[in-house]
């Protein structure tokens, strides 16, 4: 059956996860999901505009083809399933008011030619408990995003390069990779190198204290039912949650294969899970959308606003030729020159 496999999206559901919290980001996330936190996007006529993060993904996602999703949601989220349910007499009353933005009725297109289901995760208990609400609803191989990561990749290649490992290795998991270089706060994987940017992960291990490589999970796999049966064999793992990553160490364990590939140093990952990183991933898809050079090795770099001297700080870079943001963007706030704490293996609960 593995052999058969599409060496791209097309037939893949895809499960994107949005029920954590959000905790780093309170009391902002209280009543709205972090999930719908903006980047900056380009609309195609030389404006810009803010789009929510997982619209991004969604929309992303569906240029690869993919027109099954599920969206899994918690308590709060309800902006989110509000968000992807067309409102016609919306459209209307802005088209009556002289305003007919081609970015709503484009989104509200893609949204009734696909499929959209919402899962409810009645508890934050784990991105593994948020993947495993698809077992009763998904067959045969599927995609797993995070709500609050977005990636940079020039034609979205490294989704391509996902479904054909998956399909070449015949993987019960692939699993998108980056190294880091303090990864003790990642899923962190061990492997032997099958080509270039592709191993066989042997380990994967959720947080190590001493981690053995500096492979770090980021939150878009591609699996086979066989990560349900794992994850319904594991408990509770690190913080008392169903680990994601250890269902992936269970499988590599089992002697299934699974798959690791390395995100390219000119691919970036955007993550919106704390104030710092949500500022540094404005700043970059500013970037980005105006056509300009983005560093990949930027996003992790600290982030400072409110005048600090730091050649990363949001408002010192407003100033240069290479500016991610313009100066009538207000910068009212004042953040301490820390280093952007790295993301987990999935949403923080």
Do not use: W
């Not at 009353?93 to 002289?98: H, Q, V």
């Not at 050649?311 to 870079?317: A, L, Q, R, T």
């Amino acid at each position: 059956m593995d052999a058969e496999l599409p060496a791209n999206l097309e037939s893949y559901p895809a499960l994107i996860t949005s029920g954590g919290i959000g905790t780093r980001l309170l009391p902002f996330s209280k009543e709205i999901p972090k999930e719908m936190l903006p980047i900056i996007a380009h609309d195609g006529d030389d404006s810009l505009q803010l789009k929510p993060l997982v619209q991004a993904i969604f929309e992303q996602l569906y240029g690869a083809g993919v027109r099954n999703f599920y969206f899994v949601v918690g308590r709060g989220k309800r902006a989110i399933e509000d968000h992807f349910s067309p409102d016609s007499g919306f459209l209307e009353f802005l088209k009556k008011k002289g305003k007919s933005p081609a970015s709503m009725s484009d989104l509200y297109a893609k949204i009734r030619s696909s499929n959209l289901v919402f899962l409810n995760q009645t508890e934050p208990l784990g991105f593994g408990d948020a993947v495993l609400r698809a077992r009763t609803v998904i067959k045969g191989p599927f995609l797993v995003q995070a709500a609050d990561t977005f990636i940079l990749s020039n034609g979205d290649d490294y989704l391509s390069r996902l479904a054909r490992a998956h399909r070449k290795y015949h993987g019960a998991a692939t699993v998108l990779l980056r190294d880091v270089p303090h990864p003790r706060s990642y899923g962190v994987v061990e492997g032997d190198a099958l080509e270039p940017g592709i191993l066989r992960v042997r380990s994967a291990v959720e947080k190590p204290e001493r981690p053995r490589s500096n492979h770090a999970i980021m939150p878009v796999y591609v699996f086979s039912e066989d990560i349900f049966t794992a994850l319904s064999d594991i408990g509770p793992g690190r913080d008392g949650e169903l680990q994601l990553t250890d269902a992936i160490q269970r499988l590599a364990s089992t002697g299934q294969p699974v798959i690791g590939i390395l995100l390219r140093p000119d691919e970036i990952m955007l993550d919106l899970g704390s104030p710092e990183t949500m500022i540094q991933a404005l700043r970059l898809t500013m970037q980005h959308a105006s056509g300009k050079d983005v560093d990949a090795g930027d996003s992790e770099a600290p982030v400072a606003v409110g005048g600090m001297q730091n050649p990363n700080s949001i408002e010192d870079s407003a100033s240069t030729e290479n500016g991610s943001l313009p100066p009538l963007v207000p910068v009212m706030i004042e953040v301490p020159p820390v280093s952007t704490p790295p993301r987990s293996e999935g949403p923080p609960s």
